[in-house]
């Protein structure tokens, strides 16, 4: 079966900090792979999604990046922390193949002080 | 482009009362429709889905969804709330034939009251 998981799981970090959020995907291959961004009482804003190693597309211009060094492997980035990028962040995956159903982890939530 | 629209951004109901949430799409063709539930602090999971077919879907924990063509709906129902299913409910779209990424509502909190 197929799992995904996040870490860390909480990160308390400092404005000007960089940033580092892991993801990876078990149990399948070529999986299209997307970042989310949760803020308190709203819904899901997609950052970022990819549908193959290397390939990344951005959602909404901001001073995060993403990348996909590994198949099943996302990672989400900043080099500066704004207060703004706090929130909960949600990885998720899809087999791909136009089949829309994703499956989530289980999130990082971040405070930026 | 797709829409989806979550009218209820909060429901109160009573433990054991029944359960009707509420989602409203917009789309020229035909949509693939989910539900999913997001326990606090957790990621979301997956309720139930609609592609084609039976227009009345059942999925886990005693969920069910009508998709409603002439309505353009897809509303969430439970015969019997219990208090575990506090939690935020999100109603996504997908575009057939379109861009594979799914639109997701603004969610509804369900408060169950005992």
């Known amino acids: 079966s197929q799992t995904i998981h996040q870490w860390p799981a909480t990160l308390v970090q400092p404005v000007g900090s960089p940033l580092s959020l892991e993801c990876t995907v078990e149990g399948t291959s070529n999986p299209n792979l997307y970042w989310y961004r949760q803020a308190a009482g709203r819904g899901l804003q997609l950052l970022f999604y990819s549908v193959g190693i290397g390939q990344i597309s951005s959602e909404v211009p901001q001073n995060l990046s993403a990348s996909r060094p590994q198949d099943r492997q996302f990672i989400l980035s900043s080099k500066k922390l704004l207060l703004s990028d706090s929130g909960f962040y949600l990885c998720?995956?899809?087999?791909?193949?136009?089949?829309?159903?994703?499956?989530f982890g289980p999130g990082t939530r971040l405070t930026v002080t | 482009a797709q829409s989806v629209t979550q009218p209820d951004i909060h429901i109160t109901v009573s433990e054991g009362a029944s359960l009707e949430l509420r989602c409203n799409y917009s789309?020229?063709?035909?949509?693939?429709l989910f539900w999913y539930v997001q326990s606090p602090g957790q990621g979301l999971q997956l309720l139930l889905k609609?592609?084609?077919?039976?227009?009345l879907v059942q999925g886990i924990k005693g969920f069910e969804a009508e998709f409603k063509r002439s309505q353009s709906s897809f509303n969430l129902r439970k015969p019997s709330v219990h208090w575990s299913d506090a939690a935020e409910y999100f109603c996504?779209?997908?575009?057939?034939?379109?861009?594979?990424?799914?639109?997701f509502g603004r969610g509804t909190s369900l408060i169950v009251h005992p």
């Open positions: 609609y592609f084609s077919g039976d227009t």
């Open positions: 789309y020229g063709a035909t949509p693939y």
């Open positions: 998720a995956w899809d087999p791909g193949q136009g089949s829309y159903e994703q499956y």
């Open positions: 996504a779209v997908g575009a057939s034939g379109g861009s594979y990424i799914p639109t």
